[in-house]
């Protein structure tokens, strides 16, 4: 057994469009509505957790769990620009209230990869009233964070910059890139967005903010150093390095991938290849956190904010959490400050327009929103209640 330090976190997460159902306001809704010809499903009710969010937290809180990560929905708190609704607000400080009551730490994201259509309509990250925009939105969710311990202000800046840049290539006529890299004009303006919402939202609740960067476990191929090295830093270390300014930085990591001369190597198929058709890695947890240490520095305490397996296979995916757990105890072991270990993700939930590859501790009937816990909840909840693995 391997033990882990006092305190230590342990959690699951979720993210608002992706569980709530109806989010009818944002740029993800309105891409669901027209792209079912690409193979995009829709969201819909979702896993209706805007309703039954209490149920979700006491599946973690009965087992033991100390944490949950949920998101604030920009597009329901400023429906209109300029118009935030004091309802919306009220529900998110319900669900932080209602974490506290059942012994959970909230972990709270203030942006998970969707925007306001009216934000969508203004040109997005490249409008130029962004920025200003973002800080307006952040200034009121303020209101309601007052007691939050942990702030995530972006979720994973870098693949955001992904698929809105792929997205603008398509808009200009051309295809969506393949193996793209962060566009590096909208990546900088969520650096800005990032930059300036932080402090503020620091001063204003004394929580810890940090952002959550998607760490790839990227690896060098013999011969292309340098290429590895560019491709590192466009991805990832550009967005990594930010985070020396900050009280703490979320690790996002699922799977590993090489570089080789023409940049990142695509998954081969494989039998072992997840739900995702990434390659089976759970030894990437431990390369994520020590390349982040090694790029933020031994200062910034580092909170592993997704780490999972798409599969419906449980034992794979109990086999999975132990060996990427053990990678983080090692890295604990040799002074890499990780503080607790948030779990992709509760529920099988809308994994961006597709509901096939399911990451959840926790099974739903999209009919009647039963809840069916898998033995893998238990599983982690015992590794919590022992801090242990
Ligand atoms: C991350 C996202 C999260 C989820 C997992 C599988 O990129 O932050 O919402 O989709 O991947």
Not at 62 to 77: C, Q
Not at 212 to 238: C, H, M, R, W
Not at 244 to 272: K, L, M, N, W
Request: hydrophobic share 40%.
């Amino acid at each position: 057994m391997t033990s882990f330090p006092e305190g230590f976190l342990w959690g699951a997460a979720t993210a608002a469009h992706q569980v709530e159902g109806n989010n009818l306001n944002n740029d993800w809704w309105r891409l669901e509505q027209v792209a079912a010809d690409y193979g995009v499903q829709a969201s819909g009710d979702a896993l209706d957790s805007y309703h039954r969010y209490h149920e979700d937290m006491r599946l973690l809180a009965d087992r033991g769990f100390t944490a949950y990560r949920f998101s604030l929905e920009w597009s329901r708190i400023e429906p209109l620009p300029g118009q935030f609704s004091r309802a919306a607000l009220d529900h998110y400080r319900r669900m932080i209230d209602t974490a506290r009551e059942l012994g959970l730490e909230p972990v709270v994201t203030v942006h998970h990869f969707t925007h306001p259509v009216w934000f969508d309509d203004r040109g997005a990250w490249l409008w130029d009233g962004a920025v200003d925009a973002f800080m307006r939105y952040a200034e009121q969710a303020c209101t309601i964070l007052g007691d939050v311990h942990w702030i995530i202000t972006i979720n994973e800046p870098n693949v955001l910059a992904i698929t809105h840049g792929g997205q603008r290539q398509v808009a200009l006529g051309n295809p969506y890139p393949r193996n793209a890299l962060p566009d590096q004009e909208i990546g900088d303006v969520l650096i800005a967005a990032h930059r300036v919402a932080a402090p503020m939202l620091r001063q204003r609740t004394g929580a810890r903010v940090g952002w959550s960067v998607a760490n790839q476990a990227l690896t060098a191929t013999p011969g292309n150093e340098e290429k590895f090295t560019e491709v590192q830093y466009l991805i990832e270390d550009k967005y990594l390095q930010v985070s020396r300014e900050d009280d703490f930085v979320g690790v996002q990591s699922y799977t590993s991938q090489p570089v080789e001369a023409d940049g990142i190597v695509p998954h081969p198929v494989a039998d072992d290849n997840t739900l995702m058709g990434w390659a089976y890695r759970p030894d990437a947890l431990g390369i994520a956190v020590r390349h982040t240490r090694d790029v933020v520095g031994p200062d910034v305490p580092i909170l592993v904010t997704e780490n999972g397996i798409a599969t419906d296979d449980d034992e794979r995916r109990i086999a999975y959490t132990t060996a990427a757990l053990e990678e983080v105890a090692a890295a604990i072991g040799q002074g890499v400050n990780v503080r607790g270990y948030l779990h992709w993700s509760l529920l099988d939930n809308f994994e961006w327009g597709h509901w096939a590859p399911t990451f959840g501790l926790v099974a739903v009937n999209r009919e009647t929103f039963a809840r069916h816990p898998k033995p893998s909840l238990d599983w982690l909840g015992e590794v919590a209640r022992r801090n242990a693995v």
